[in-house]
């Protein structure tokens, strides 16, 4: 399908992030339109849009409600007000969010219904169905509730963030002569969003109830000896954003876990209602939500989609979902038995999700064993508490290593758990550091030191990704495995400098921010920019999640002035505006949506016929050039850096999950021409890693 959309665009030279990031929903959501893929996955991208859209308001639209607020009218590159961007992207997302539920309801409810799985409407009960219901709303839901009516003693309640509530319409007094008219009543988050009728309770197939029409339908039982006039569901959407001023914090743990709380009650940026919520009842929402008109999204099906993705654990249908595949394991050099010594021989690249994730947590396994191991460090920004790579650096804590994590707790949404992590990691004698004050620690770096004949030889792992086992199953990421002694020294230098005071250590072999890394692509990308005036083979190919960095992207429009070809393989936010003559016209730009979330962060230079393939942690934005400790590091062994280049080209081929940018900001989905092989590059991919596993 091809999409153009035209969004509300400012300057000539860069596009808006909130817009750019706007579309890049637009094409998750529009996977959900893709009949190629497997019913359950076309479902799972209408949720990932939600969810998508979830963070968006409470992290995007928070922070420009609250530079409004108080003032801060400085005006990005992209030349938008705050106000007027704030206008783009409510117009954009009601268009948006009324597709979503045009899919769903035109689309894949009816073809889940064809699928023998329905989600039954309170009008569609039996009743035995009533019966069996109301047993359970008695005896699991309604102890569970905690209904708030509306009066001067009872004023109208701080709604948590993103909870699921019904604003009720009442009549008649309760047992102490009260009548507001009006209650709250929220949904427990600790009851599932939807249960399976019993099998023979069942009409047709299998059947669903959502737990929000549970308590609709016996609303009544709730509030006893009143009416209940109608009730409406409603969600509230607040900025999630979380401030610490560290320099004036003298322990980020403790001031973490207080922050921690106030992001369920943060300012209102968005309310979500029921399409037949009455206009005094918006209104009086309105009111008492302090929520501007435009941020009201009235939606025609159950508020919040994504309630939906309880189906995928309930539903055990290998035929709704992607054919599942076994990840392949490094094959060890003949003679070796563990990493270390194949280490010295080869380095080792993973390319995940292709390659398992358990050679790292083997990698650790041995070291935390090894007698000749002395030392262990490592970056841990998304882990999770309860993971093999936490249990094995425990392990090597209790075998008598030293043990040092740095634990990023600002990683955003991943807060909570890294607390925990923390705690969890300091119980056992693990040496835990939080990283910089002002600086997000994003690098994924893991260094292990070993006593080799009377010599210390270190090991190292870096990668594009988390070290987090379940993400490695959905993101791609590269990650390095090396005993190269240069990149090695390196990795300890920055450890060092996380865990100690002292200027910026000098690197040989490595780029890292906020020092080096910005300085270094622009080095790179002005060779390339130099060698084509001078006639010499020039290309540049990056592949990111995002860019958003103003230097960059103006190094990048004069490579492509010099006749330089710039292939940029960007997933989301794109600042740049290709294919614009006398600035852009060699630059194109493409976003790869598909089954996995694309992750891999590789920059390709020509370098005259000497190609350098750097992977690294960070994307071009600017918060990752200067507010982050980041690591870039050079793929040094020839056939890993061929096998990297290959990766690339798979991608730019890619003509069924590709979309190509437009000059105005919008993006046109990719397809095969009369007589052209289709090309799915994760599809390709996942063949040849299958075909070698």
């Not at 093999?388 to 807060?415: M, N, Q």
């Not at 791609?476 to 230098?493: E, F, K, N, P």
């Not at 690197?507 to 890394?517: G, Q, V």
């Not at 056939?639 to 437009?662: F, G, M, V």
Request: proline share 4%; hydrophobic share 40%; aromatic share 10%.
């Amino acid at each position: 399908m091809n999409v153009h959309h035209r969004g509300s665009q400012v300057s000539e030279q860069f596009f808006n992030r909130e817009l750019s990031l706007l579309e890049f929903n637009r094409r998750v959501l529009y996977q959900s339109y893709n009949r190629s893929l497997p019913l359950f996955e076309r479902l799972r991208f209408l949720c990932i849009f939600s969810t998508n859209q979830d963070e968006f308001f409470e992290v995007r639209v928070g922070g420009l409600v609250q530079m409004l607020e108080v003032g801060i009218s400085a005006i990005p590159p992209d030349g938008l007000t705050h106000g007027d961007n704030l206008a783009a992207i409510s117009q954009i997302s009601h268009q948006l969010v009324n597709e979503q539920y045009s899919i769903f309801n035109k689309e894949l409810l009816p073809l889940l219904n064809e699928h023998q799985i329905h989600i039954l409407r309170r009008d569609e009960w039996n009743t035995d169905q009533v019966q069996y219901l109301h047993q359970y709303f008695e005896t699991e839901v309604l102890p569970l509730l905690s209904p708030i009516g509306l009066d001067p003693a009872h004023p109208f309640p701080r709604i948590m963030n993103k909870s699921l509530n019904f604003i009720v319409k009442l009549d008649g007094k309760d047992a102490f002569g009260r009548n507001s008219g009006r209650a709250i009543v929220q949904v427990p988050r600790s009851l599932p969003n939807m249960i399976e009728l019993p099998e023979g309770l069942a009409q047709s197939g299998r059947e669903f109830v959502f737990m929000s029409s549970i308590i609709h339908h016996f609303m009544g039982e709730i509030f006893v000896g009143m009416s209940v006039l109608d009730c409406f569901q409603f969600r509230l959407t607040r900025n999630s954003d979380i401030f610490l001023d560290e320099e004036e914090t003298d322990d980020l743990l403790r001031a973490m876990q207080g922050e921690l709380v106030y992001r369920q009650y943060g300012d209102e940026v968005r309310l979500e209602l029921t399409g037949t919520c009455p206009p005094d009842i918006e209104d009086f929402l309105l009111e008492r939500c302090e929520i501007h008109r435009r941020d009201i999204y009235k939606v025609d099906g159950p508020v919040n989609l994504n309630r939906l993705s309880d189906l995928f654990d309930l539903v055990d249908d290998p035929s709704l979902v992607f054919q599942p595949f076994v990840q392949s394991m490094p094959k060890l050099p003949k003679r070796t038995d563990n990493y270390f010594d194949a280490l010295k021989k080869n380095d080792i690249l993973l390319h995940h999700p292709f390659d398992s994730f358990q050679a790292v947590v083997d990698f650790l396994r041995e070291a935390a064993v090894d007698p000749h191991v002395l030392a262990i460090k490592q970056t841990l920004y998304r882990t999770g508490s309860n993971s093999p790579v936490v249990d094995a650096l425990v392990a090597a804590a209790k075998a008598g290593k030293e043990v040092t994590a740095i634990v990023e707790l600002r990683a955003r949404f991943d807060e909570e758990q890294n607390v925990a992590l923390a705690e969890r990691l300091q119980r056992y004698g693990i040496h835990v550091i939080y990283g910089v004050v002002g600086y997000k620690t994003h690098s994924k770096m893991l260094l292990v030191a070993r006593r080799e004949e009377k010599k210390l030889a270190y090991y190292v792992h870096l990668g594009t990704g988390n070290y987090h086992p379940k993400t490695t199953k959905l993101y791609t990421d590269y990650g390095l495995m090396t005993s190269d002694q240069a990149i090695c020294a390196d990795v300890y230098r920055i450890f060092i400098q996380l865990s100690s005071m002292g200027k910026a250590s000098k690197m040989s072999e490595l780029m890292y921010a906020p020092f080096t890394l910005h300085k270094g692509m622009l080095k790179h990308i002005q060779q390339e920019t130099d060698n084509a005036r001078k006639g010499i083979p020039a290309r540049i190919i990056a592949k990111m999640n995002s860019l958003y960095e103003e230097q960059l992207v103006l190094a990048l429009y004069e490579a492509s002035n010099a006749g330089v070809q710039v292939d940029l393989i960007v997933r989301g936010v794109c600042q740049l505006r290709p294919g614009i003559t006398g600035q852009s016209e060699n630059i194109q730009v493409r976003s790869i949506v598909g089954r996995f979330l694309e992750h891999t962060r590789v920059f390709y230079f020509e370098n005259a016929g000497s190609p350098q393939v750097f992977c690294s942690s960070a994307d071009w934005m600017i918060r990752n050039m200067f507010h982050r400790v980041e690591t870039c590091f050079p793929i040094k062994a020839k056939k890993i850096r061929e096998q990297i280049i290959s990766d690339l080209k798979l991608y730019l081929a890619d003509n069924t999950h590709a979309w190509i940018l437009q000059s105005d900001g919008s993006y046109v989905h990719v397809q095969p021409q009369e007589g052209q092989k289709p090309i799915d590059a994760q599809a390709e991919l996942l063949s040849q890693w299958v075909a070698n596993a």
